[in-house]
């Protein structure tokens, strides 16, 4: 039976609310609440919410359900309906908007730019905002909310839910925030839903990483409900819903270099925070930049850090966070626990891990600079080989801790490592000494390494060597770590197979004075050690003479290959005691031995053979020829590299490939062959530097250096020469840099700077006498060119003085362009 409703004047229910006209038409029809929730499907509660105001703005669907079940005709549908929107129009100013932010946001212009581009242009309707406590998600949030609200006609909506510590409290939540408050919270989600309906809304929830399952279920009923609401959620960890998209927020940028400084945001936030507290760092901004590289641009901890300037300041800040993050506490009176200290923002999500995801977190800590995910797998499982299921189970947690924003991943030519902020490496590392686990994890992470290293040094001469190369390179610091725990806790067997199966390594890529620390330190520890450790102390006592060798420690270099020779040849092991001959000749070369040297050569050559060892038949090729170079031979030397170079090129050898086109190109050079010189000395520079072997770098540079002097290109020569001497001493190698001093006093006598070259050839002689090695014999000619051109123009009391002013020079001086106390010498240019 139709309502009287359509007979009363529009007039009497212009002002009327939507749940008085509601209750009228329902009781002109004669219908209870349960029988009008019977015939228009819908429940007693939702009927009696509508009728009291608790619930406003009805979807077009629930009218319709309504109208039909009253029996309303069009007039009284349209009051009904219009009644509806004027209370939806006034619930729109109930809603909670966004907080005024305390402070500018600083260095965020890109980030604020990308997320309000995805939130404003609709090109996602959930974007969450994900990163590590502290990163500054919220105040991100809050800056996109305040940038786009104009696209929203409905407005942008903020629900905080740090404070929520229930589950079943994030619905109740939303709906407060959008302007509801039920009695009956059985179908709050589909009374949020219809409260939304089509309205154009931002739905802003903070902090959901605590009650992530709940707060994914409502996000993904409301997206499904209500076409034009977007949300915008930021968490340390995902809400892994349907559509949803997500961007990392990263730390704040660091000054790369000097003239960044002043611009960098990190840097900037400090300022304006120790600013406000009454602290002028004028003048410090190296050690503010210090600081915040220390703090990785974390805007939490460099806030934290910058409230410590009313008792510290920054040189005294930098020292401390160089040794722990512990400081860095104190934060604003009105935030919560985790946003006062450190340790509090990293042991908020620390907390809402599983026990599992706790002992990953806790064992990962042991990573310096990365890991791989064979590498956690080997340490979690404690399997130096982890298998397929092993692999799985890393992976999940992995892959949890990824999405909670505890690890970082990195992902480079195909392969996924992960890392760890610095101090969330910290309070991990805490948790692993808490559970007494942090010598068996370093155990295991050792035993890994060593491992890896052995694995490696299989592959350091073959056609994949600049591969390993790069990965060992990738591991250093984990490497590092390795044998400090071996050394330290003398653990002889990994401290003696970890230097073992990394000396080649260490040679490679120019790490002479450390690798060499090592292998000795660890020879003292295998004085301890068994038989079973007899082929790994003979492979270290080779290592160190080597890298002892290259550091032109002579006698040292002998004691040690010589003790590596008798441990081989008491092994019976052939290959080991002809690498040895050839080191042992490489000592006697540089010594100007060079019969001995050959010699030495000729039987590691013959040892080789006998075994059907092509690369070090190739290798003892190359090291003939090299003895042949240096004493003038020519010919005999370009016979044997050529053999040499051919060899490597099909063994995939790119060390001995560099090599053998050094010695070549040198062979040119002294033969007057510059054109052809320069080709093959081009050719080993690229190779070197892409194998990142810097001893190639070194030795290629020095040669074409010569080349252009020899060209008359004295302004090139020097530039090549100073980059080859620069190489050579960070290498340690006084052999080579006295050669290349040498070649500079040439350079500065054909330029007329007799009084520096005077002081060059001094420099040089004081090297040669420390290291007890004479001008190689190839080179003795131009040396004596040179200085018999300064005597000629210079009295002998000045030659006499500059050359002593040489002798003195230490050679970091001279290889930073230190010329002496010549008081005529022009010190405006290098040469």
Same mark, same amino acid.
């Given at each position: 039976?139709? *309502?009287?409703?359509?007979?009363?004047?529009?007039? &009497?229910?212009?002002?009327?609310?939507?749940?008085?006209?509601?209750?009228?038409?329902?009781?002109?029809?004669?219908?209870?609440?349960?029988?009008?929730?019977?015939?228009?499907?819908?429940?007693?509660?939702?009927? !009696?919410?509508?009728?009291?105001?608790?619930?406003?703005?009805?979807?077009?669907?629930?009218?319709?359900?309504?109208?039909?079940?009253?029996?309303?005709?069009?007039?009284?549908?349209?009051?009904?309906?219009?009644?509806?929107?004027?209370?939806?129009?006034?619930?729109?100013?109930?809603?909670?908007?966004?907080?005024?932010?305390?402070?500018?946001?600083?260095?965020?212009?890109?980030?604020?730019?990308?997320?309000?581009?995805?939130?404003?242009?609709?090109?996602?309707?959930?974007?969450?905002? *994900?990163?590590?406590?502290?990163?500054?998600?919220?105040?991100?949030?809050?800056?996109?909310?305040?940038?786009?609200?104009?696209?929203?006609?409905?407005?942008?909506?903020?629900?905080?839910?740090?404070?929520?510590?229930?589950?079943?409290?994030?619905?109740? !939540?939303?709906?407060?925030?959008?302007?509801?408050?039920?009695?009956?919270?059985?179908?709050?989600?589909?009374?949020?839903?219809?409260?939304?309906?089509?309205?154009?809304?931002?739905?802003?929830?903070?902090?959901?990483?605590?009650?992530?399952?709940?707060?994914?279920?409502?996000? *993904?009923?409301?997206?499904?409900?209500?076409?034009?609401?977007?949300?915008?959620?930021?968490?340390?960890?995902?809400?892994?819903?349907?559509?949803?998209?997500?961007?990392?927020?990263?730390?704040?940028?660091?000054?790369?270099?000097?003239?960044?400084?002043?611009? *960098?945001?990190?840097?900037?936030?400090?300022?304006?925070?120790?600013?406000?507290?009454?602290?002028?760092?004028?003048?410090?901004?190296?050690?503010?930049?210090?600081?915040?590289?220390?703090?990785?641009?974390?805007?939490?901890?460099?806030?934290?850090?910058?409230?410590?300037?009313?008792?510290?300041?920054?040189?005294?800040?930098?020292?401390?966070?160089?040794?722990?993050?512990?400081?860095?506490?104190?934060?604003?009176?009105?935030? @919560?626990?985790?946003?006062?200290?450190?340790?509090?923002?990293?042991?908020?999500?620390?907390?809402?891990?599983?026990?599992?995801?706790?002992?990953?977190?806790?064992?990962?800590?042991?990573?310096?600079?990365?890991?791989?995910?064979?590498?956690?797998?080997?340490?979690?499982?404690?399997?130096?080989?982890?298998?397929?299921?092993?692999?799985?189970?890393?992976?999940?947690?992995?892959?949890?801790?990824?999405?909670?924003?505890?690890?970082?991943?990195?992902?480079?030519?195909?392969?996924?490592?992960?890392?760890?902020?610095?101090?969330?490496?910290?309070?991990?590392?805490?948790?692993?000494?808490?559970?007494?686990?942090?010598?068996?994890?370093?155990?295991?992470?050792?035993?890994?390494?060593? !491992?890896?290293?052995?694995?490696?040094?299989?592959?350091?001469?073959?056609?994949?060597?600049?591969?390993?190369?790069?990965?060992? &390179?990738?591991?250093?610091?984990?490497?590092?770590?390795?044998?400090?725990?071996?050394?330290?806790?003398?653990?002889?067997?990994?401290?003696?197979?970890?230097?073992?199966?990394?000396?080649?390594?260490?040679?490679?890529?120019?790490?002479?004075?450390? @690798?060499?620390?090592?292998?000795?330190?660890?020879?003292?520890?295998?004085?301890?050690?068994?038989?079973?450790?007899?082929?790994?102390?003979?492979?270290?006592?080779?290592?160190?003479?080597?890298?002892?060798?290259?550091?032109?420690?002579?006698?040292?270099?002998?004691?040690?290959?010589?003790?590596?020779?008798?441990?081989?040849?008491?092994?019976?092991?052939?290959?080991?005691?002809?690498?040895?001959?050839?080191?042992?000749?490489?000592?006697?070369?540089?010594?100007?031995?060079?019969?001995?040297?050959?010699?030495?050569?000729?039987?590691?050559?013959?040892?080789?053979?006998?075994?059907?060892?092509?690369?070090?038949?190739?290798?003892?090729?190359?090291?003939?020829?090299?003895?042949?170079?240096?004493?003038?031979?020519?010919?005999?030397?370009?016979?044997?590299?050529?053999?040499?170079?051919?060899?490597?090129?099909?063994?995939?050898?790119?060390? @001995?490939?560099?090599?053998?086109?050094?010695?070549?190109?040198?062979?040119?050079?002294?033969?007057?062959?510059?054109?052809?010189?320069?080709?093959?000395?081009?050719?080993?520079?690229?190779?070197?530097?892409?194998?990142?072997?810097?001893?190639?770098?070194?030795?290629?540079?020095?040669?074409?250096?010569?080349?252009?002097?020899?060209?008359?290109?004295?302004?090139?020569?020097?530039?090549?020469?100073?980059?080859?001497?620069?190489?050579?001493?960070?290498?340690?190698?006084?052999?080579?840099?006295?050669?290349?001093?040498?070649?500079?006093?040439?350079?500065?006598?054909?330029?007329?700077?007799?009084?520096?070259?005077?002081?060059?050839?001094?420099?040089?002689?004081?090297?040669?006498?420390?290291?007890?090695?004479?001008?190689?014999?190839?080179?003795?000619?131009?040396?004596?060119?040179?200085?018999?051109?300064?005597?000629?123009?210079?009295?002998?009391?000045?030659?006499?003085?500059?050359?002593?002013?040489?002798?003195?020079?230490?050679?970091? !001086?001279?290889?930073?362009?230190?010329?002496?106390?010549?008081?005529?010498?022009?010190?405006?240019?290098?040469?």
């Amino acid at each position: 039976m139709p *309502s009287d409703g359509s007979r009363r004047g529009s007039d &009497d229910a212009q002002g009327t609310g939507f749940g008085d006209l509601l209750r009228r038409h329902r009781r002109d029809a004669g219908l209870s609440q349960e029988k009008l929730a019977e015939l228009a499907g819908l429940s007693v509660d939702a009927i !009696a919410a509508l009728e009291r105001g608790r619930r406003r703005a009805p979807r077009p669907h629930t009218l319709r359900l309504l109208g039909d079940a009253l029996r309303l005709g069009a007039p009284d549908r349209a009051q009904l309906t219009a009644a509806a929107r004027r209370d939806g129009d006034t619930t729109r100013s109930a809603i909670r908007v966004p907080p005024v932010a305390a402070h500018e946001l600083i260095g965020r212009a890109t980030e604020v730019e990308e997320t309000a581009r995805l939130v404003g242009e609709r090109l996602t309707r959930l974007l969450t905002l *994900s990163g590590p406590g502290g990163v500054g998600k919220t105040q991100l949030g809050l800056a996109v909310a305040r940038l786009v609200a104009h696209r929203f006609d409905d407005g942008v909506c903020w629900v905080p839910l740090a404070p929520v510590s229930d589950l079943a409290a994030v619905t109740p !939540a939303i709906a407060a925030a959008i302007g509801l408050h039920p009695l009956d919270g059985g179908r709050l989600i589909e009374e949020i839903a219809e409260q939304v309906g089509r309205r154009s809304l931002l739905l802003v929830l903070d902090n959901c990483e605590h009650v992530i399952a709940d707060a994914a279920g409502a996000v *993904s009923a409301l997206l499904e409900c209500c076409p034009n609401l977007t949300v915008l959620a930021t968490s340390r960890e995902l809400m892994r819903v349907p559509g949803e998209s997500v961007y990392v927020v990263p730390p704040l940028a660091l000054p790369e270099n000097d003239e960044q400084l002043d611009t *960098s945001p990190a840097v900037r936030l400090f300022i304006d925070r120790a600013t406000a507290r009454g602290y002028q760092p004028a003048g410090q901004i190296d050690q503010i930049a210090r600081v915040v590289s220390r703090l990785e641009g974390m805007p939490l901890a460099i806030e934290l850090a910058a409230a410590r300037t009313n008792v510290l300041t920054v040189e005294e800040l930098a020292a401390e966070l160089d040794s722990s993050f512990a400081i860095l506490a104190g934060g604003s009176s009105t935030a @919560g626990p985790r946003q006062q200290s450190l340790s509090g923002a990293i042991g908020w999500s620390h907390a809402l891990l599983t026990s599992a995801e706790r002992e990953l977190f806790a064992k990962l800590s042991v990573f310096v600079g990365g890991w791989s995910l064979n590498a956690a797998a080997a340490v979690l499982s404690e399997q130096l080989t982890p298998g397929p299921l092993e692999r799985a189970a890393a992976l999940d947690l992995t892959s949890r801790l990824v999405d909670k924003s505890l690890i970082r991943v990195s992902r480079d030519r195909g392969i996924a490592r992960y890392d760890m902020l610095a101090v969330i490496r910290e309070f991990a590392a805490g948790q692993l000494t808490s559970a007494g686990l942090d010598d068996e994890t370093a155990r295991n992470h050792a035993g890994y390494y060593i !491992a890896l290293a052995e694995e490696a040094e299989s592959h350091l001469r073959g056609a994949n060597q600049g591969d390993w190369l790069d990965r060992l &390179d990738g591991e250093l610091d984990n490497l590092r770590s390795a044998m400090t725990w071996a050394l330290r806790t003398e653990a002889v067997t990994e401290a003696v197979r970890l230097a073992a199966g990394l000396w080649l390594f260490c040679y490679l890529r120019g790490h002479y004075a450390e @690798g060499g620390e090592w292998l000795e330190r660890a020879l003292t520890l295998a004085d301890s050690g068994g038989a079973e450790l007899a082929s790994y102390k003979a492979k270290t006592c080779l290592g160190a003479g080597m890298l002892a060798f290259l550091q032109c420690e002579y006698d040292v270099a002998t004691t040690r290959l010589e003790s590596a020779l008798a441990q081989y040849k008491e092994l019976g092991d052939t290959a080991g005691t002809a690498l040895v001959m050839q080191r042992l000749g490489g000592v006697a070369r540089e010594r100007g031995d060079y019969v001995t040297a050959e010699n030495l050569h000729c039987q590691s050559y013959d040892l080789f053979e006998s075994l059907g060892d092509r690369s070090g038949m190739s290798w003892a090729h190359n090291q003939l020829g090299f003895v042949a170079w240096l004493r003038g031979d020519l010919e005999i030397a370009a016979r044997r590299c050529r053999r040499a170079r051919d060899s490597f090129r099909v063994l995939g050898d790119g060390e @001995g490939l560099a090599w053998s086109l050094i010695s070549l190109g040198t062979i040119a050079q002294y033969g007057g062959e510059l054109a052809e010189a320069e080709d093959l000395l081009q050719e080993s520079l690229a190779l070197s530097q892409r194998l990142g072997y810097r001893e190639g770098v070194a030795w290629s540079l020095n040669q074409l250096g010569i080349v252009e002097r020899r060209r008359g290109l004295t302004e090139r020569a020097v530039h090549l020469l100073d980059e080859s001497l620069a190489e050579h001493r960070d290498l340690g190698d006084r052999w080579r840099s006295a050669s290349v001093v040498e070649e500079l006093a040439t350079v500065a006598q054909q330029r007329n700077r007799t009084e520096y070259a005077a002081f060059l050839l001094g420099a040089a002689d004081g090297i040669r006498e420390v290291i007890g090695a004479p001008v190689p014999e190839i080179e003795k000619a131009d040396v004596q060119r040179t200085k018999q051109a300064i005597e000629q123009t210079l009295d002998r009391r000045a030659f006499r003085a500059a050359w002593s002013a040489g002798r003195a020079a230490p050679l970091a !001086a001279v290889a930073d362009g230190y010329q002496g106390p010549t008081p005529t010498a022009d010190r405006s240019t290098r040469l």
